[in-house]
C-alpha cells in the first residue's frame, strides 16, 4: 500500500499536521508513522550552497587573480550539524512505498527553498508531489490546505526565485567581500591598527548600511535655526486657551524679511517689538474674527503586516525586529495567530467570508471578549468583502496577520511582552469591524489690533474605532489618546471648553491675560529606530526620485519580511551598527563608516535602494512568470563581473585615509 509523506519544515510543524490528520502515529527517529502516512520534518536549512573551495582548492586562499567567480554550475553540500536528519528525509523521500509527497514547509520563498534544496540533494525521481499552502497552523487551516494541494510544479517559478536570490547574495557576498577586502582590508587594518579586517558586503545589508550612514552625517552637517513665535492666552466664561500670532495677508509683517517662516522671527528683537505694538495704549480686547468649523473622519488602519507589526513593537516595547519576528512565530506555531512573514496589510475574498469564526474565539480572550460580543451581535463583518479591509489584488503570498481565535490555551504559557504583542494584533483586527472615529475640527482667527492671532481644536465627537484600539497595557490610555491627537491638532480634553468652542461666534469679545515669546529651534532629521528602519526597508521607493521606477519597484521594497530582521541583526553582530537596547535607536560604528566610505568609492550602486529595490522587483517578476530564470541570471552575472573586474583596476587606497579621518572625528574619546 502506497503511504503518503508529509514534510515539514521544523518537527512542531509536523506534529500539528500529525495532530490535524487524526492518523494513529508512532514516533520513530526523525519522524513519525502510520499505515497510511509518514510525517517528516527539516529542522530549517538541511542543504547549503557550497564554498567557492569545493569546487577548485585554489579559491581557498582569497587571491584577485581568481576573481571574478561565477560558476557554470552551482555546488550544493548537506550542512554538517545536521547530515544525520538529512540522511531521514532523504531516505524516506526515495521510500518505493511513498507514493505522494505532500510539501508542507513554511508557506514562501524561503520554505519553497529549504524543500526544493533537499529534494535536489537526495535525487527524488518519479514521485507525485504536491504543495500545501497555508496561513496558520489550526486544523482547519492545515486539512484545508492538503486537500486543495496543487501540484509543486505550480511553485516552480516561486523556487527559481528562491535559487535566484540564494545565487545573488552568494556572488555579490563571495566576490564584492573578497575584491574589496583585498584592495582596501589593509588600508582599514592598519588605520584601526588591528591584526585583520575583512570587509562583509551583501546585497541588501550594505544599502542598509548605506541609509544610516547617510542619515547620521545629514544630523551631524544640520545647523540649527533659532526661532521666536508670539502667543496669546485669551479667556471667556472662566475658561483660558492660548492662540499663536501668524504673520496674515494684509499686515505688517506679511512677508517679512525677518520672519521665520509665517508664525515666528528670526530675531527675538522683533517678537518682542510686536508684542510691545499689541500692548500699547490705546489697548484692543481680542475679537474672533471667524470660526470655522469642520468635521474629520478617521478609519480604523490596514491590518498588520510583519514591518508595520516590527515598527510597532519597536515602538511600544522597544524590542527589536528580530525579537518580534521570533514572539510572531511562537504565536503562529501555538495557532493563536496567521502567518507572519507577509506583506500584505488586508485580508482575502475566501478568508473574509468565513471572518466571524476568528471573531467569535476571541470572546474567550478577556481583554477583548466585550468588543469580539458586539461586532458578532452587530454582524458588522457581513460587508467586510466590500472594504478596504479585503483585496485580493494586494496579496501575494500570505494574508494579513491577524488571530484565528484559537490558542488561547497557550496564553498563560507567554511571556509578558509576547501578551501584549498577541493584543495589539487583536486590537487592531477587532478595529477593522467599528465605524470610523469623527472628529470636529474647529479653527479659530482672532484679530488683536492689526494682528491675527490662531487657535485650532479638535474635539473627539463619535469614539468609533478607537473603543477598540485602546491598550490594557498603556499608561493612563497614553496610547489612544496619542493616536486620538494625530496630525499635530490635540484634541480636547477639558469637555467644558469643548463644549464652549463649539458655541463661539464672529464677532465674540474675549479677555486678554497675557502674551509671550516661545522660543524654538529647527530639529534635525532623526536617527531611526529598529522599527522605522524596517518600514523604510518595506517603502524603499521614498528614496527613488524617478517616477516610473519607484513606481515599478513599489511593494518590493529592501529585503523581504522574512529577511529584514535577520540582516539588522548581522549587521550589528559584525559591529558596521550600533543598537541601543533601551531605546532601539541604530548608529553607525566608526567601522560602519569605513566601510561605506569603501564601496562609496569602488561599488557605489550597493549603496543606492533604487538598485537593491530593483533587484527584489526583478526577483518578485521571476517569480510572477514574467521574466525567465536565464535573464535574470545574465544580468545578474554581468553585473557582478563588471564591476568586480572595476574594482580590481582601482587605487583609490590612499584617498580613503582623508575620509577615514573625517569619520574618525566624531568617535574619539
Same mark, same amino acid.
Given at each position: 500500500?502506497?503511504?503518503?509523506?508529509?514534510?515539514?519544515?521544523?518537527?512542531?510543524?509536523?506534529?500539528?499536521?500529525?495532530?490535524?490528520?487524526?492518523?494513529? /502515529?508512532?514516533?520513530?527517529?526523525?519522524?513519525?508513522?502510520?499505515?497510511?502516512?509518514?510525517?517528516?520534518?527539516?529542522?530549517?536549512?538541511?542543504?547549503?550552497?557550497?564554498?567557492?573551495?569545493?569546487?577548485?582548492?585554489?579559491?581557498?586562499?582569497?587571491?584577485?587573480?581568481?576573481?571574478?567567480?561565477?560558476?557554470?554550475?552551482?555546488?550544493?553540500?548537506?550542512?554538517?550539524?545536521?547530515?544525520?536528519?538529512?540522511?531521514?528525509?532523504?531516505?524516506?523521500?526515495?521510500?518505493?512505498?511513498?507514493?505522494?509527497?505532500?510539501?508542507?514547509?513554511?508557506?514562501?520563498?524561503?520554505?519553497?527553498?529549504?524543500?526544493?534544496?533537499?529534494?535536489?540533494?537526495?535525487?527524488?525521481?518519479?514521485?507525485?508531489?504536491?504543495?500545501?499552502?497555508?496561513?496558520?497552523?489550526?486544523?482547519?487551516?492545515?486539512?484545508?490546505?492538503?486537500?486543495?494541494?496543487?501540484?509543486?510544479?505550480?511553485?516552480?517559478?516561486?523556487?527559481?526565485?528562491?535559487?535566484?536570490?540564494?545565487?545573488?547574495?552568494?556572488? /555579490?557576498?563571495?566576490?564584492?567581500?573578497?575584491?574589496?577586502?583585498?584592495?582596501?582590508?589593509?588600508?582599514?587594518?592598519?588605520?584601526? $591598527?588591528? +591584526?585583520?579586517?575583512?570587509?562583509?558586503?551583501?546585497?541588501?545589508?550594505?544599502?542598509?548600511?548605506?541609509?544610516?550612514?547617510?542619515?547620521?552625517?545629514?544630523?551631524?552637517?544640520?545647523?540649527?535655526?533659532?526661532?521666536?513665535?508670539?502667543?496669546?492666552?485669551?479667556?471667556?466664561?472662566?475658561?483660558?486657551?492660548?492662540?499663536?500670532?501668524?504673520?496674515?495677508?494684509?499686515?505688517?509683517?506679511?512677508?517679512?524679511?525677518?520672519?521665520?517662516?509665517?508664525?515666528?522671527?528670526?530675531?527675538?528683537?522683533?517678537?518682542?517689538?510686536?508684542?510691545?505694538?499689541?500692548?500699547?495704549?490705546?489697548?484692543?480686547?481680542?475679537?474672533?474674527?471667524?470660526?470655522?468649523?469642520? $468635521?474629520?473622519?478617521?478609519?480604523?488602519?490596514?491590518?498588520?503586516?510583519?514591518?508595520?507589526?516590527?515598527?510597532?513593537?519597536?515602538?511600544?516595547?522597544?524590542?527589536?525586529?528580530?525579537?518580534?519576528?521570533?514572539?510572531?512565530?511562537?504565536?503562529?506555531?501555538?495557532?493563536?495567530?496567521?502567518?507572519?512573514?507577509?506583506?500584505?496589510?488586508?485580508?482575502?475574498?475566501?478568508?473574509?467570508?468565513?471572518?466571524?469564526?476568528?471573531?467569535?474565539?476571541?470572546?474567550?480572550?478577556?481583554?477583548?471578549?466585550?468588543?469580539?460580543?458586539?461586532?458578532?451581535?452587530?454582524?458588522?463583518?457581513?460587508?467586510?468583502?466590500?472594504?478596504?479591509?479585503?483585496?485580493?489584488?494586494?496579496?501575494?503570498?500570505?494574508?494579513?496577520?491577524?488571530?484565528?481565535?484559537?490558542?488561547?490555551?497557550?496564553?498563560?504559557?507567554?511571556?509578558?511582552?509576547?501578551?501584549?504583542?498577541?493584543?495589539?494584533?487583536?486590537?487592531?483586527?477587532?478595529?477593522?469591524?467599528?465605524?470610523?472615529?469623527?472628529?470636529?475640527?474647529?479653527?479659530?482667527?482672532?484679530?488683536?489690533?492689526?494682528?491675527?492671532?490662531?487657535?485650532?481644536?479638535?474635539?473627539?465627537?463619535?469614539?468609533?474605532?478607537?473603543?477598540?484600539?485602546?491598550?490594557?497595557?498603556?499608561?493612563?490610555?497614553?496610547?489612544?489618546? $496619542?493616536?486620538?491627537?494625530?496630525?499635530?491638532?490635540?484634541?480636547?480634553?477639558?469637555?467644558?471648553?469643548?463644549?464652549?468652542?463649539?458655541?463661539?461666534?464672529?464677532?465674540?469679545?474675549?479677555?486678554?491675560?497675557? /502674551?509671550?515669546?516661545?522660543?524654538?529651534?529647527?530639529?534635525?532629521?532623526?536617527?531611526?529606530?529598529?522599527?522605522?528602519?524596517?518600514?523604510?526597508?518595506?517603502?524603499?521607493?521614498?528614496?527613488?526620485?524617478?517616477?516610473?521606477?519607484?513606481?515599478?519597484?513599489?511593494?518590493?521594497?529592501?529585503?523581504?519580511?522574512?529577511?529584514?530582521?535577520?540582516?539588522?541583526?548581522?549587521?550589528?553582530?559584525?559591529?558596521?551598527?550600533?543598537?541601543?537596547?533601551?531605546?532601539?535607536?541604530?548608529?553607525?560604528?566608526?567601522?560602519?563608516?569605513?566601510?561605506? +566610505?569603501?564601496?562609496?568609492?569602488?561599488?557605489?550602486?550597493?549603496?543606492?535602494?533604487?538598485?537593491?529595490?530593483?533587484?527584489?522587483?526583478?526577483?518578485?517578476?521571476?517569480?510572477?512568470?514574467?521574466?525567465?530564470?536565464?535573464?535574470?541570471?545574465?544580468?545578474? +552575472?554581468?553585473?557582478?563581473?563588471?564591476?568586480?573586474?572595476?574594482?580590481?583596476? /582601482?587605487?583609490?587606497?590612499?584617498?580613503?585615509?582623508?575620509?577615514?579621518?573625517?569619520?574618525?572625528?566624531?568617535?574619539?574619546?
Amino acid at each position: 500500500m502506497e503511504k503518503n509523506l508529509y514534510i515539514a519544515e521544523k518537527p512542531s510543524v509536523a506534529r500539528e499536521f500529525a495532530k490535524a490528520l487524526k492518523l494513529n /502515529m508512532g514516533n520513530r527517529d526523525g519522524y513519525m508513522e502510520s499505515e497510511e502516512a509518514v510525517i517528516t520534518w527539516c529542522v530549517g536549512h538541511l542543504v547549503t550552497m557550497s564554498y567557492p573551495e569545493a569546487y577548485d582548492e585554489k579559491y581557498k586562499r582569497w587571491s584577485l587573480s581568481t576573481l571574478p567567480f561565477i560558476p557554470d554550475e552551482f555546488k550544493y553540500e548537506v550542512i554538517e550539524n545536521v547530515k544525520k536528519q538529512f540522511g531521514i528525509v532523504s531516505g524516506l523521500l526515495n521510500r518505493p512505498d511513498v507514493g505522494t509527497i505532500y510539501v508542507c514547509t513554511d508557506s514562501g520563498r524561503e520554505g519553497e527553498y529549504i524543500y526544493r534544496l533537499v529534494e535536489r540533494q537526495a535525487g527524488v525521481k518519479g514521485k507525485k508531489r504536491k504543495r500545501v499552502w497555508i496561513d496558520s497552523q489550526t486544523e482547519e487551516e492545515i486539512l484545508r490546505g492538503i486537500r486543495e494541494a496543487k501540484d509543486l510544479e505550480e511553485y516552480d517559478n516561486l523556487g527559481a526565485a528562491a535559487y535566484l536570490r540564494a545565487k545573488e547574495d552568494y556572488l /555579490m557576498g563571495i566576490n564584492f567581500s573578497r575584491v574589496l577586502t583585498l584592495k582596501y582590508g589593509g588600508s582599514i587594518k592598519s588605520y584601526l $591598527k588591528t +591584526d585583520r579586517a575583512v570587509i562583509s558586503v551583501g546585497r541588501v545589508m550594505t544599502c542598509v548600511l548605506g541609509m544610516v550612514v547617510n542619515r547620521e552625517r545629514e544630523i551631524r552637517e544640520f545647523v540649527k535655526t533659532p526661532f521666536y513665535k508670539v502667543s496669546a492666552r485669551v479667556e471667556t466664561g472662566g475658561k483660558e486657551f492660548d492662540c499663536e500670532w501668524k504673520a496674515a495677508e494684509g499686515t505688517k509683517y506679511y512677508s517679512s524679511p525677518l520672519l521665520y517662516k509665517e508664525n515666528g522671527f528670526k530675531e527675538r528683537k522683533t517678537a518682542e517689538e510686536l508684542i510691545a505694538c499689541l500692548q500699547q495704549e490705546p489697548l484692543s480686547a481680542p475679537v474672533l474674527e471667524a470660526a470655522e468649523k469642520k $468635521k474629520e473622519t478617521k478609519n480604523p488602519p490596514l491590518l498588520y503586516n510583519l514591518a508595520e507589526l516590527q515598527n510597532d513593537c519597536s515602538k511600544y516595547f522597544k524590542i527589536s525586529p528580530d525579537e518580534t519576528l521570533r514572539i510572531v512565530q511562537e504565536l503562529y506555531e501555538k495557532k493563536m495567530t496567521t502567518y507572519p512573514r507577509t506583506d500584505a496589510r488586508v485580508l482575502s475574498s475566501a478568508v473574509a467570508k468565513e471572518i466571524y469564526k476568528n471573531i467569535s474565539g476571541l470572546r474567550n480572550y478577556s481583554q477583548t471578549a466585550a468588543l469580539a460580543d458586539e461586532v458578532l451581535q452587530n454582524q458588522a463583518y457581513k460587508n467586510m468583502a466590500k472594504t478596504r479591509y479585503v483585496n485580493d489584488k494586494q496579496i501575494t503570498d500570505h494574508y494579513a496577520i491577524i488571530p484565528t481565535g484559537q490558542g488561547l490555551g497557550n496564553l498563560n504559557g507567554l511571556d509578558q511582552t509576547a501578551a501584549k504583542v498577541y493584543e495589539i494584533i487583536v486590537r487592531r483586527f477587532l478595529s477593522i469591524f467599528y465605524p470610523a472615529a469623527v472628529y470636529r475640527k474647529i479653527s479659530l482667527r482672532i484679530g488683536i489690533k492689526e494682528e491675527k492671532f490662531f487657535a485650532n481644536f479638535k474635539i473627539l465627537e463619535e469614539e468609533g474605532y478607537l473603543k477598540a484600539a485602546g491598550f490594557s497595557f498603556a499608561k493612563k490610555k497614553e496610547e489612544k489618546e $496619542k493616536e486620538d491627537g494625530e496630525n499635530g491638532t490635540p484634541d480636547t480634553k477639558d469637555p467644558e471648553l469643548a463644549a464652549m468652542i463649539q458655541q463661539m461666534k464672529k464677532g465674540m469679545v474675549f479677555a486678554l491675560k497675557g /502674551m509671550e515669546i516661545k522660543e524654538g529651534e529647527t530639529s534635525p532629521p532623526k536617527r531611526y529606530n529598529s522599527g522605522t528602519m524596517i518600514l523604510t526597508m518595506e517603502n524603499a521607493g521614498q528614496f527613488i526620485e524617478d517616477e516610473e521606477l519607484r513606481a515599478q519597484i513599489k511593494g518590493s521594497g529592501i529585503g523581504t519580511s522574512a529577511t529584514r530582521a535577520e540582516i539588522l541583526k548581522k549587521l550589528v553582530n559584525i559591529k558596521y551598527l550600533a543598537l541601543n537596547k533601551k531605546t532601539q535607536i541604530i548608529t553607525p560604528t566608526l567601522m560602519g563608516e569605513m566601510i561605506y +566610505d569603501v564601496v562609496a568609492g569602488s561599488i557605489k550602486p550597493l549603496l543606492d535602494p533604487a538598485l537593491t529595490a530593483s533587484w527584489e522587483k526583478g526577483l518578485t517578476l521571476v517569480a510572477e512568470g514574467n521574466i525567465t530564470e536565464k535573464e535574470y541570471m545574465a544580468k545578474l +552575472d554581468d553585473f557582478v563581473s563588471r564591476r568586480t573586474n572595476i574594482v580590481k583596476q /582601482m587605487g583609490n587606497q590612499g584617498f580613503l585615509f582623508q575620509q577615514f579621518d573625517r569619520a574618525a572625528q566624531n568617535y574619539k574619546k
